[in-house]
């Protein structure tokens, strides 16, 4: 190789690493800069502190009162507070409607739940909650009165 080409080809070298550094900064300032204004918009959603963006983010799903509905059961429980951590999970877990009611007075009176839904949703929706880890989901009719009868 003479060095006429050597020097042709150390420049078309210097050439292509000094883009793919510039295209590699403007990736890092892409994401930086979608990142800031993420964090930015979470921070000032509604016009809330990050404390409480954060904590509308992490509450669960009631019940709408009086309302019988289908939905899925994602676990039951003996307790209120293990049952708030699993409806909790699920919410963290992308499951947006979950939440825990009181149906009985047995041993787990609790159910923990994901969807108010129409009956023609419930399949979807219970794959879902079985694809993100719930396994044993099932479903279920919510009764106004609060009793659950399973399908």
């Known amino acids: 190789m003479t060095v006429a080409r050597r020097r042709s080809a150390d420049l078309k070298l210097r050439s292509e690493m000094r883009k793919v550094r510039l295209l590699t900064v403007a990736a890092v300032a892409i994401v930086v800069l979608g990142f800031g204004f993420a964090t930015e918009q979470l921070a000032v959603a509604g016009g ?7 904590a509308a983010i992490s509450r669960v799903f009631d019940w709408p009162t009086g309302v019988s509905a289908w939905t899925i059961v994602l676990a039951t429980s003996a307790t209120e507070a293990k049952a708030s951590v699993v409806a909790r999970t699920a919410r963290n877990d992308g499951l947006p409607q979950a939440g ?4 009985g007075t047995g041993s787990r009176p609790w159910i923990v739940f994901s969807g108010v839904l129409a009956h023609a949703a419930t399949k979807a929706a219970e ?5 993100v880890g719930f396994a044993h989901a099932r479903v279920a009719f919510v009764h106004k009165n609060g009793t659950v009868s399973y399908s």
């Open 127 to 131: 794959r879902r909650a079985r694809g």
């Open 48 to 54: 809330r502190a990050p404390e409480a963006a954060a």
């Open 100 to 103: 825990y009611i009181r149906t």
